[in-house]
């Protein structure tokens, strides 16, 4: 993908609950930067989050944790010999720190995954990635979805319901915000053709796959091993059913969508991460209906189209690039870049400003 080709991009800083400074109250212990090494913590991967219990799992088969930072100091780490599912809850330490589903943590305390034992999670190792979404285009409250996925995988179902390319286009703004690779997985292909909404996404470059109710995995499947990658899409495209058959202990729940509305029930109510027998994890996410991106800033946007990038900086000062007074329009006028990028490249900012998605 061009959008991440080439060179380290510069990005505002993000901000998350370490940022948040609350004044204690009387009578509090004054608070110390000093905190134990945990060098007993056992690293975990975070399969699940429900009402403050975090479920995780340890042993040799988690993902590998990202690189240290330059200049940080190294950190205790300890992988554990056998598997286990431990049920945990975050330790006072940790603050306002936030845990999502493929957060990568430090455990401590009863990590045997035994019943009715509860472990303490003292650490929330770097993310690699983060998707979010807002709950609207005027709110930037950055909703956290998933940690440390290097793939999007967007379903959505060819007919029955039909394509919202707004809503593809909003996943993509998502995924190239985040520097996470999109992969598009058309459902259905048994009803109805892929041919025009790939002709609509073959200027951008997105990969993807064409699949038939039924029908054989195998490309699917090549396309995630070894990797962490969040399945994403609204409900009734078929996701839950993939889900089911690429991995068959998962039993995600799955219902019809009404043909006219195109609305049904969410059938997966929280997300989930679950192992892939040929190695690698998937995670499955509740359908959405909307996807908000209040939070997503135009630069973001921009790094995705590199052969067009590069000529904004001939751009008029505000300028949204969407207007005739934008430089793209001489740029790809004369023959520097081809028209469909461009289009594509508005299609994507207009998908920014306001919450229409169908």
Same mark, same amino acid.
């Given at each position: 993908?061009?959008?991440?080709?080439?060179?380290?991009?510069?990005?505002?800083?993000?901000?998350?609950?370490?940022? /948040?400074? $609350?004044?204690?109250?009387?009578?509090?212990?004054?608070?110390?930067?000093?905190?134990?090494?945990?060098?007993?913590?056992?690293?975990?991967?975070?399969?699940?989050?429900?009402?403050?219990?975090?479920?995780?799992?340890?042993?040799?088969?988690? #993902?590998?944790?990202?690189?240290?930072?330059?200049?940080?100091?190294?950190? #205790?780490?300890?992988?554990?010999?056998?598997?286990?599912?431990?049920?945990?809850?975050?330790?006072?330490?940790?603050?306002?720190? %936030?845990?999502?589903? !493929?957060?990568?943590?430090?455990? $401590?305390?009863?990590?045997?995954?035994?019943?009715?034992?509860?472990?303490?999670?003292?650490?929330?190792?770097?993310?690699?990635?983060?998707?979010?979404?807002?709950?609207?285009?005027?709110?930037?409250?950055?909703?956290?979805?998933?940690?440390?996925?290097?793939?999007? /995988?967007?379903?959505?179902?060819?007919?029955?319901?039909?394509?919202?390319?707004?809503?593809?286009?909003?996943?993509?703004?998502?995924?190239?915000?985040?520097?996470?690779? #999109?992969?598009?997985?058309?459902?259905?292909?048994?009803?109805?053709?892929?041919?025009?909404?790939?002709?609509?996404?073959?200027?951008? %470059?997105?990969?993807?796959? /064409?699949?038939?109710?039924?029908?054989?995995?195998?490309?699917?499947?090549?396309?995630?091993?070894?990797?962490?990658?969040?399945?994403?899409?609204?409900?009734?495209?078929?996701?839950?059913?993939?889900?089911?058959?690429? /991995?068959?202990?998962?039993?995600?729940?799955?219902?019809?969508?009404?043909?006219?509305?195109?609305?049904?029930?969410?059938?997966?109510?929280?997300?989930?991460?679950?192992?892939?027998?040929?190695?690698?994890?998937?995670?499955?996410?509740?359908?959405?209906?909307?996807? !908000?991106? !209040?939070?997503?800033?135009?630069?973001?946007?921009?790094?995705?189209?590199?052969?067009?990038?590069?000529?904004?900086?001939?751009?008029?000062? !505000?300028?949204?690039?969407?207007?005739?007074?934008?430089?793209?329009?001489?740029?790809?006028?004369? %023959?520097?870049?081809?028209?469909?990028?461009?289009?594509?490249?508005?299609?994507?900012?207009?998908?920014?400003?306001?919450?229409?998605?169908?």
């Amino acid at each position: 993908m061009g959008a991440h080709a080439g060179g380290h991009v510069l990005r505002k800083r993000e901000y998350d609950e370490d940022d /948040v400074r $609350v004044r204690p109250g009387k009578g509090s212990r004054p608070r110390t930067r000093l905190r134990p090494a945990h060098e007993e913590a056992v690293e975990g991967f975070v399969i699940a989050v429900d009402r403050g219990r975090i479920t995780c799992l340890i042993g040799p088969n988690i #993902p590998a944790l990202p690189p240290l930072v330059d200049g940080e100091a190294p950190i #205790p780490r300890r992988r554990g010999k056998d598997a286990a599912v431990v049920v945990a809850m975050k330790a006072r330490e940790l603050g306002r720190k %936030g845990i999502v589903v !493929g957060d990568l943590v430090a455990l $401590v305390g009863d990590v045997s995954g035994r019943p009715d034992t509860l472990a303490r999670i003292v650490r929330r190792e770097a993310r690699r990635s983060m998707l979010r979404r807002s709950a609207d285009d005027n709110d930037e409250v950055e909703r956290p979805i998933v940690a440390n996925a290097d793939q999007l /995988v967007i379903v959505t179902a060819l007919a029955d319901p039909e394509p919202r390319p707004r809503m593809i286009d909003r996943m993509l703004v998502a995924a190239f915000d985040a520097d996470i690779e #999109p992969l598009l997985c058309l459902t259905k292909a048994d009803l109805a053709s892929p041919d025009s909404l790939v002709a609509q996404y073959e200027p951008l %470059g997105v990969p993807y796959l /064409v699949v038939e109710r039924g029908g054989d995995l195998g490309e699917v499947r090549d396309h995630l091993v070894n990797r962490v990658s969040v399945l994403v899409g609204h409900s009734g495209v078929g996701k839950s059913t993939l889900v089911n058959a690429l /991995v068959p202990t998962a039993e995600r729940a799955v219902s019809d969508v009404n043909a006219v509305t195109g609305r049904g029930r969410h059938t997966s109510t929280s997300a989930v991460a679950l192992e892939l027998p040929e190695g690698g994890w998937i995670i499955d996410t509740p359908g959405v209906r909307s996807f !908000g991106l !209040g939070h997503v800033e135009m630069e973001n946007v921009l790094v995705a189209f590199p052969d067009l990038n590069e000529a904004t900086v001939n751009c008029p000062k !505000g300028c949204n690039h969407l207007g005739d007074d934008c430089a793209l329009n001489a740029f790809v006028a004369e %023959g520097h870049a081809e028209p469909a990028r461009l289009e594509s490249l508005r299609r994507l900012l207009l998908s920014r400003e306001g919450n229409a998605e169908d």
